[in-house]
């Protein structure tokens, strides 16, 4: 794209020569540097002040509770797991005994069938695995 | 069916102990491994001795040899 010279103006505003307009522009980019600057640097410094706070150690004492916590938040976890797990294998027991005595077509077939979903889901997995799905 | 039925009861309560032992060690071993606890775990406790095996043939031998692997690559690296 070439800049339109042919009008009365030869393409720039009234009373500007080339010359003139950068040097116009460059005083107003040095003058807004000169602006700019101490509003960087105390931008900067704010920076530093919010991050040299939070960049502060814990304290020993802080540290040490915090890992008491979350050893017992993971205490408690595997407490709640574990009788969850025991919860549903009373029941399942006592499915699984209760079958084995009354239905044992139906308790054999179950156990056929988990194995079988076992393999099908290990399939999958390996095969999205394979395909890079996995993380 | 009626040879399960006729189990006297003290059979009863070792087949019980049995699963239940069964499933909890296997619900253990694959939370530490990391492997379908919930999976070995709960069908640990239906029926007995297939989980113990396959979790044996599936999770325990694989993941032996893949230790070893890395051992023996592990060892490569470090001699070379």
Redo the contacts between chains.
Sequence with gaps: MTKDNTGPDNGNKWGETPDEDGKSKAAEDHASSEFALPELIAGLERLDRVYANEAVPPSLGELQAQLIAASERHRRRMLREWLLFWLISLFLLGFSLLAITSAPPLYWMVQGLIPIAGIIALVMRLGRKGRGEWR | ?KE??NLPLWA?VV??VL??TQ??LL?RAARDLGR?R??W???G???FP?PTI?YLL?VVFPEHRRKQKDITEQDKKIRK
């Design positions: 069916m399960h039925s009863w087949l019980a699963l239940m499933g909890t619900f379908w919930w999976f775990g709960l069908w406790m239906t029926t297939l396959l599936f």
